[in-house]
């Protein structure tokens, strides 16, 4: 079992940037690939970013083309920490958002954002953006 919490949310405004944290309880084969996903009002949950790895070491990492750009996710793995930087943000980046974990390596890039591949979740922190 992997318990994933997610932090950093907040109102800001339209161009303005927020960095999400996701804290898993341990480090494990299950945290390899995480992924950040988001869900708006009763639409379906979309893949935003997902890694593989490390990217400073021959890792993957795999955007929406939505947020190709202006979000960056990285991960510190001796905090066991994943993070989403969300720079020019717009009002349409409003939605929950939420951590994952433990898909299987190796994945195609798409399939990385794919929710069902997914085991683990966080609760979510939501992220608001006015124009």
């Known amino acids: 079992q992997v318990q994933l919490v997610e932090s950093g949310g907040g109102s800001v405004q339209a161009g303005g940037s927020l960095k999400l944290s996701c804290v898993a309880s341990?480090?494990?084969?299950?945290?390899?690939?995480m992924a950040w996903f988001r869900r708006y009002l009763g639409k379906e949950r979309e893949g935003v970013a997902a890694?593989?790895?490390?990217?400073?070491?021959?890792?993957?990492?795999s955007y929406a083309d939505s947020v190709k750009g202006r979000f960056t996710i990285s991960r510190d793995i001796g905090k066991n920490t994943l993070y989403l930087k969300m720079n020019s943000l717009k009002p349409e980046d409003t939605a929950m958002y939420y951590c994952?974990?433990?898909?299987?390596?190796?994945?195609?890039?798409?399939?990385?954002?794919?929710?069902?591949?997914?085991?683990?979740w966080g609760q979510g922190t939501q992220v608001t953006v006015s124009s």
């Open positions: 890694i593989e790895g490390d990217e400073r070491t021959n890792g993957r990492v």
């Open positions: 994952a974990a433990a898909a299987p390596p190796g994945l195609p890039l798409a399939n990385m954002r794919k929710e069902h591949v997914y085991t683990y």
């Open positions: 341990r480090s494990s084969a299950s945290t390899i690939v």
